[in-house]
T-cell receptor, first 109, second 114 residues
């Protein structure tokens, strides 16, 4: 079966750095997405990786290793507004998005 | 403003009621999606429409009936639902269904079945 694993919850301190991991087992691979979802709001797109390596976008970076079935989202200089759930999703060979359950990130002052 | 709107935002219905959820996208996208989001569970893809044609139906019970009259509008008709159908129903759109096109989500309809 297809599976996406990510931690259920993480806690970090304002101003610090946090890394949210995602491992996947899917039927084929056509890219990996990260989305941010604040409580009671819609998910919003953060990043897309299809080739191995690191993609940097401001305070957020996303890394992919296809051989290891592994990705991480790195958040730097954490702000209170970064408190949200972070969803990892993989597009399989049928171009369907397979979603993880999300990681709830709690930022403390 | 995400460009995808959903109505109503909240809905409480009995198991014998019939109701409809509406989604509209203002982004000129060709693909639209219905998802179910339950607490602490992954997003569940329900239906996919591409150029108004249904391309995916992920074993969704017949008490959920989608309708896509044009590429900008998507409906989800509900009838004789069960309490376990209570969840957040999200609509999304994307330029195409394949490749690197990210999905844009609406704010969702919080459905409670009593």
């Amino acid at each position: 079966g297809q599976n996406i694993d990510q931690p259920t919850e993480m806690t970090a301190t304002e101003g610090a750095i946090v890394q949210i991991n995602c491992t996947y087992q899917t039927s084929g691979f056509n890219g990996l997405f990260w989305y941010q979802q604040h409580a009671g709001e819609a998910p919003t797109f953060l990043s897309y990786n299809v080739l191995d390596g690191l993609e940097e976008k401001g305070r957020f970076s996303s890394f992919l290793s296809r051989s290891k079935g592994y990705s991480y989202l790195l958040l730097k200089e954490l702000q209170m507004k970064d408190s949200a759930s972070y969803l990892c999703a993989v597009m399989d060979s049928n171009y369907q998005l397979i979603w993880g359950a999300g990681t709830k990130l709690i930022i403390k002052p | 403003e995400t460009g995808v709107t959903q109505t109503p935002r909240h809905l409480v219905m009995g198991m014998t009621n019939k109701k409809s959820l509406k989604c509209e996208q203002h982004l000129g996208h060709n693909a639209m999606y219905w998802y179910k989001q339950s607490a602490k569970k992954p997003l569940e893809l329900m239906f996919v429409y591409n150029f108004k044609e249904q391309t995916e139906n992920n074993s969704v019970p017949s008490r959920f009936s989608p309708e896509c009259p044009n590429s900008s509008h998507l409906f989800l008709h509900l009838h004789t639902l069960q309490p376990e159908d209570s969840a957040l129903y999200l609509c999304a759109s994307s330029q195409e269904t394949d490749g690197s096109y990210e999905q844009y989500f609406g704010p969702g309809t919080r459905l409670t079945v009593t």
